[in-house]
């Protein structure tokens, strides 16, 4: 009898040993779950869910690294101050949140979406060159969809889009590609139609912090 109350109380220790071992390695583990949300809370941000601009050039980075037909593109929403001067702050957010949504649907889950700041927008994918064109002038058709708001008004939005790749401009270094793309950006600014990097625009002078684009561009649908 003796010797099951001891086999019994052994037993009992080690339980009560396992339960308080497992009481701090919950309590990590919570805390381990929280800051890892913290993080990445911190590196997207609130309003698109877009990576922010120092984890979106991280992951670009990784993807030019990583593959070989990459692209790289420039989007800036038009004439996105008239429509919070005239419907409001709580107007312009629910835009850039639907840029941010259309961004996202159109680029997929493997590639890298940032919110550059304000309504700058900047993406990194794999991009086969068949499909650059047709992919490209789909992404102009989305960011034009006009976007609806919560109070059943209706705005409409658009916005311009450049685009770079390593085999046009020369360097796979996303600074220098993203520079050609905002240039490009500024070649087809308001007409509705993407345009691609040359090498030309590698060299466009910046004017107060944004590149200038030149004439002389690629824009598809239309002649150059």
Known sequence: MDSVL???ARFGQRAL???????????????????????AATRRDPLT???????????????????HDVTV???DADHFKQINDRLGHAAGDAVLAALGTRLTAWAGPRAALGRL??????????????RRAHRLEQLARMLHTPVVLDDGRTVDVAASVGAATPAAVGSRDLSLLQRAADAALYDGKHTGRPVLATTAHTT??????????????AVWGRAA
Request: include cysteine; glycine fraction near 10%; charge should be positive.
């Open 117 to 130: 700041g304000g309504d700058e927008f900047a993406v990194t994918l794999e991009l086969p060159a068949a």
């Open 17 to 39: 040993l396992l339960t308080t071992a497992a009481v701090p390695l919950t309590g990590w583990a919570v805390h381990a779950t929280a800051l890892h949300r913290r993080l």
């Open 6 to 8: 001891r086999v019994q």
């Open 204 to 217: 466009v002078p910046s004017i107060n912090g944004r590149r200038c684009g030149r004439p002389g561009t």
């Open 49 to 67: 869910g877009l990576l922010r601009r120092d984890a979106y050039t991280h992951r670009a980075r990784r993807i030019l690294a990583r593959h």
């Open 73 to 75: 593109v420039m989007v």
